[in-house]
């Protein structure tokens, strides 16, 4: 199983980012798809779940808002769109693939992406 992210980069405050996850190895539309970003010096922390169907969403409160995500099962590809970039948004950001209703609390992801890093300027 690989997953694949990509489309961070070095924005200003209030710019937008669609980062992209695609995934390979793994039956996509059986498989909850997850968001978590760790800055520097502080923990691993989830920012948000698709549902395998794409029908249901959660994300972190302090990205309510601001954050969507979304999956497309052609293309074995999900999607985080963040819009209106903070400095605290600054941070690596990991896709994650998992099975178990755990996923939409943070745990039970199997499989990790590499990460990418996202890093805003004020």
């Known amino acids: 199983v690989q997953l694949q992210a990509s489309g961070g980069g070095l924005v200003q405050a209030g710019a937008s980012l669609r980062l992209s996850c695609t995934a390979s190895?793994?039956?996509?539309?059986?498989?909850?798809m997850g968001w978590f970003r760790q800055a520097p010096g502080k923990e691993r922390e989830f920012v948000g779940r698709?549902?395998?169907?794409?029908?249901?969403?959660i994300l972190l409160n302090s990205a309510t808002g601001r954050f969507t995500i979304s999956r497309d099962n052609a293309k074995n590809t999900a999607y985080l769109q963040m819009n209106s970039l903070e400095p605290e948004d600054t941070a690596v950001y990991y896709c994650?693939?998992?099975?178990?209703?755990?996923?939409?609390w943070g745990s039970g992801y199997d499989y990790w992406g590499q990460g990418t890093q996202v890093t805003v300027s004020s």
């Open positions: 994650a693939a998992g099975l178990g209703l755990r996923t939409a």
């Open positions: 190895g793994v039956t996509f539309t059986n498989t909850h």
């Open positions: 698709v549902s395998a169907t794409g029908t249901s969403t």
